[in-house]
């Protein structure tokens, strides 16, 4: 009978029950060992290694835990308890005697092999994972649960994997959503950055904090924000310094007014927040617009213009390139109506002819081209 509550002893059993435990909630496989936390339980003295659910003591000055066997805690009456552990209990001239009077374990990580001191330890709310401990209460170790450990880097991992997927694969968000969400979340300089940049920066950022990044990159404010920047960027919404008075006009045509010492960002995000039916949706259709103005200047469509610069791609320069491999020949006199006919077959599609799939593949960079110009022309 190793446990007493002011002195009364208790079984195991009793004793769970008596102080209000669950049995379920004390660990009881695997190798029972605690981790000294530093000093009074000071969050400072730990550091993370390797990985964020490894948590190893730094505080090597403290290289072991000593306590008497024995903790006060207080029941839902507010009644105050002594818990102790003891092997013998002798009473010497009318007073109660325990021991064992110390306990005492080296080194920072320490086993603890006998089940019922274990208990106790456990326990105390000295242990940060007792079930006795108050909410912010200070504390001096913690379990190694390895099962909780495991558990933890698979939630983690999961959740890398998840916020990964906004930014790679067939889920990931589209481009001006990602530029858009660097935006929201203060990343200078996006225009100028590649498509690659803006992946590796969202990449590196969602596996830093992974729940953080998923749930801001799922957020209506920050999806706001970074419309709004965006627009900014983009010169849909502009402002006009007007003596004291900074004037906000949206494609041109004035929305907004406010004193210079009252501008800022903050000032044209809320009076768009406040009229959101109003102004929001044009916001969204004049980006959509930019982008489809935009699109032939794009780095994913440039490999169907080698011959044209890598800047101001006109409709007219499609023209150009294919004039020019008509005139040499490629296509014949007959370009135009050629392309015309080209344009409407599918080279995968197994009911085209021999003849037709091979003329197409001879002038799949032209036909190609056409196509893209018809696109524009009709999005």
């Not at 491999?325 to 135009?336: F, N, W």
């Amino acid at each position: 009978m190793p446990f007493a509550i002011n002195d009364v002893v208790y079984k195991r059993k009793e004793f769970l029950a008596a102080l209000g435990v669950k049995p379920e909630l004390i660990p009881s496989q695997g190798v029972l060992q605690f981790e000294k936390c530093g000093d009074n339980g000071s969050v400072k003295s730990l550091v993370v290694k390797n990985d964020p659910n490894e948590v190893i003591a730094m505080a090597r000055q403290y290289p072991r835990i000593a306590m008497q066997p024995k903790f006060t805690v207080r029941n839902s009456d507010g009644d105050l308890l002594e818990i102790r552990y003891f092997n013998t209990q002798i009473r010497v001239k009318g007073e109660l005697k325990y021991s064992p009077t110390y306990l005492e374990y080296q080194d920072n990580v320490f086993t603890i092999p006998d089940a019922d001191e274990f208990l106790w330890f456990y326990l105390n709310p000295r242990n940060s994972d007792s079930p006795l401990r108050k909410i912010g209460e200070a504390y001096d170790f913690h379990f190694i649960n390895p099962q909780k450990i495991a558990a933890n880097k698979n939630q983690n991992m999961d959740q890398i994997v998840k916020s990964l997927s906004l930014v790679y694969g067939e889920h990931a968000i589209d481009y001006s959503a990602k530029c858009q969400l660097l935006k929201a979340l203060g990343q200078s300089n996006v225009e100028s950055l590649s498509s690659d940049e803006v992946d590796s920066i969202l990449g590196t950022l969602a596996q830093k904090n992974p729940l953080e990044f998923y749930n801001k990159a799922k957020s209506n404010t920050t999806r706001f924000t970074g419309v709004i920047r965006d627009a900014l960027d983009k010169n849909i919404i502009t402002k006009v310094d007007l003596y004291n008075l900074v004037i906000y006009k949206l494609n041109d045509k004035e929305i907004f007014s406010v004193s210079k010492d009252m501008d800022g960002f903050d000032a044209i995000s809320d009076f768009i927040s406040n009229n959101m039916d109003q102004y929001y949706p044009i916001i969204l259709s004049s980006l959509d617009a930019y982008g489809k103005k935009n699109k032939l200047n794009s780095p994913e469509l440039q490999k169907y213009f080698p011959e044209i610069g890598m800047s101001n791609v006109r409709l007219a320069d499609v023209d150009n390139v294919i004039k020019e491999k008509a005139e040499s020949g490629l296509v014949g006199i007959k370009h135009q109506e050629f392309l015309e006919e080209f344009s409407k077959y599918d080279p995968n599609d197994p009911k085209l002819s021999a003849t037709t799939k091979k003329q197409y593949m001879k002038f799949k960079d032209e036909i190609e081209a056409y196509k893209l110009k018809n696109e524009y022309i009709n999005s």
